[in-house]
């Protein structure tokens, strides 16, 4: 259980990096927080927000990515980490990875020391809480058109699940 959690939170963390680093390579916006927070917004597409949705779900994402980038900037994970990871999770996923394997292989790639690693973990769990929160907004039917992993990380039962097996 603990693994199928770690590897949902690991494919959205690769899935939200991707968009917000494409957007930093065309000249986007260069704020990691905001390119989280846009990354994300753009995964709900699908879900079809209402504009109050929209302006609570930036508020909740805004909030933990500001928290994040922050930390992770701190603790000296650049932007060339989070591609490698980026270019690790597709290779990985390709080669039919899965679970703890995928999360070592990403890791490996990223060149992170074990503190990096460390905190790079611990960051993955404010975005865990907002997407949870996040997914309590949505209905039902919302929530339905969005891609499985999407749907899996708002869950409550996976971070409840996550919490447990991390004690």
Partial sequence: MKNSIVSTLVLTAILVGSVSLN???????????????????KQLEKAE??????????EIYTKAATEVSAKRTAGGITNDMLKKRLE??????????KGKEMIEAVTAAM????????LFEETEVPLAKARIEIGKLLKPEQLAKLPETAQASMKEKAAGKGKKAAK
């Fill in 23 to 41: 957007a930093q390579e065309k000249g986007g916006k260069k704020d990691p927080a905001a390119n989280l927070v846009a990354q994300f917004i």
């Fill in 49 to 58: 927000l209402t504009a109050d949705q929209t302006t609570k779900i930036k």
């Fill in 88 to 97: 690790a999770g597709k290779a990985a996923r390709e080669a039919g990875k």
């Fill in 111 to 118: 060149g992170m020391t074990p503190e990096q690693a460390k």
